[in-house]
């Protein structure tokens, strides 16, 4: 019987990550992505998040060990409805962001509506 090869993907409800506070969301991500998860969010990070995120993973990462994350959202969008334009809210959409191991994700094209990612099974 032979051993099946992969990776783990977990898609993560907005609803998810709207309960846990900022500093545990970067956690959580840090921690699946150290276990070398892939992981789609269906709302992406605020940029303070985004930073906090990116801080901590440079803290982390080692030789022959952590290699860091690989991350891509989709651009953000501003409503320009009518009714947002009336409020004068400049509020932001969600978008899908894609969060792995630096060494096992790899970026191949994005562009507004689509991310093209090759994920690896190898180290």
Not at 35 to 51: N, T
Request: glycine share 6%; aromatic share 4%.
């Amino acid at each position: 019987m032979s051993m099946m090869q992969g990776f783990q993907m977990d898609l993560i409800s907005e609803h998810r990550l709207a309960e846990m506070a900022p500093v545990e969301k970067v956690r959580f991500i840090i921690d699946e992505v150290r276990e070398g998860k892939i992981l789609v969010l269906e709302k992406g990070l605020s940029p303070a998040e985004e930073a906090s995120l990116i801080e901590m993973t440079m803290t982390l990462i080692e030789p022959d060990g952590f290699s860091g994350i690989e991350m891509e959202s989709y651009p953000a969008e501003v409503d320009t409805s009518i009714f947002g334009r009336l409020l004068k809210k400049n509020t932001i959409k969600s978008r899908l962001t894609v969060i792995g191991p630096a060494d096992q994700l790899k970026t191949l094209r994005k562009d507004r509506n689509m991310i093209s990612a090759l994920i690896s099974t190898h180290k």
